[in-house]
């Protein structure tokens, strides 16, 4: 069975920095793209970072380019997006997701998604 299990949301002030992780288990191999996606009250589930299985490819949405990394540790399964000069405006529910094959599409779309995490709260306020 697989699962998602993310870690590291918090509340920051405006232009902090937090790092989030995302541990996959229950995959038969290491072939399956991951993303992170976030949510705010009343607004539909964006993709915002994601990354190819094993050759790094990347995708950030525009309103976190420069500021956000994402990255993935085959070894230990487990995909982190580094998210710096954080703005009230990245506030919001994070969630991991994977997709059981090597790439997303441009944007990587949610309804690609095969599994997603629980989520984890980012509150970004002074």
């Known amino acids: 069975q697989v699962q998602l299990v ?3 949301g918090d509340l920051v002030q405006p232009g ?14 290491g ?4 993303g992170w996606f976030r949510q705010a009250p009343g ?3 964006e993709g915002v970072s994601c990354i190819s299985a094993s050759d790094g490819i ?11 990394t994402i ?4 070894a230990n399964n487990t995909v982190y997006l580094q998210m710096n ?8 529910v994070y969630y991991c997701a994977a997709k059981y094959h090597p790439w997303w599409n441009i944007g990587c779309p949610s309804n690609e998604a095969n ?6 709260q980012v509150t970004v306020s002074s």
Do not use: I
Not at 17 to 29: K, Y
Not at 31 to 34: E, F, G, H, V
Not at 85 to 92: N, Y
């Open 58 to 68: 990347t995708y950030y949405t525009d309103s976190v380019k420069g500021r956000f």
């Open 85 to 92: 000069s954080l703005k009230p405006e990245d506030t919001a």
């Open 6 to 8: 993310e870690s590291g």
């Open 16 to 29: 902090g920095s937090l790092r989030l992780s995302c541990v996959a288990s229950g995959f038969t191999s």
């Open 71 to 74: 990255s993935r540790d085959n």
């Open 31 to 34: 072939y399956y793209a991951t």
């Open 115 to 120: 599994y997603w995490g629980q989520g984890t």
């Open 43 to 45: 607004k539909e589930r």
